[in-house]
């Protein structure tokens, strides 16, 4: 089992920034593919980014490539996504997700086992 605590969202302006947290904890919480996704009102989930424990830069959604960065700590079991030159339309509930076994960035919902309680990034214009 593992367990995803994320921290770090709430009100920002458009072109502000805010950075978000993912602590993982449990048997596994430091193997495998971590991954960020989203959720507007309304929307399915969607794809933001994706980082392995074990090294690379990340992989991201275009909708926000060269705005985002996904990163970790693995000292301290945490994974980050820092959201920078915000917008409106980034305005979502925004999850955490882990699989344990991955071997490679993975971008769809049915490819993580273990989400996180998400937390709420709003943007006002």
């Known amino acids: 089992q593992v367990q995803l605590v994320e921290s770090g969202g709430g009100l920002v302006q458009a072109g502000g920034s805010l950075r978000l947290s993912c602590a993982a904890s449990?048997?596994?919480?430091?193997?495998?593919?971590m991954g960020w996704f989203r959720q507007a009102p309304g929307k399915e989930r969607e794809f933001v980014a994706t980082?392995?424990?074990?090294?690379?830069?990340?992989y991201y959604a275009d909708s926000v490539k060269g705005r985002f960065t996904i990163s970790r700590d693995n000292a301290k079991n945490t994974v980050y996504l820092q959201m920078n030159s915000l917008k409106p339309e980034d305005t979502a509930a925004y999850y955490c997700?882990?699989?344990?076994?991955?071997?490679?960035?993975?971008?769809?919902?049915?490819?993580?086992?273990?989400w996180g309680q998400g937390t709420q990034v709003t943007v006002s214009s």
């Open positions: 449990g048997r596994t919480s430091r193997a495998g593919t």
């Open positions: 997700a882990a699989n344990p076994s991955g071997s490679r960035y993975l971008t769809r919902l049915n490819e993580y086992d273990y």
């Open positions: 980082i392995m424990w074990s090294g690379g830069y990340g």
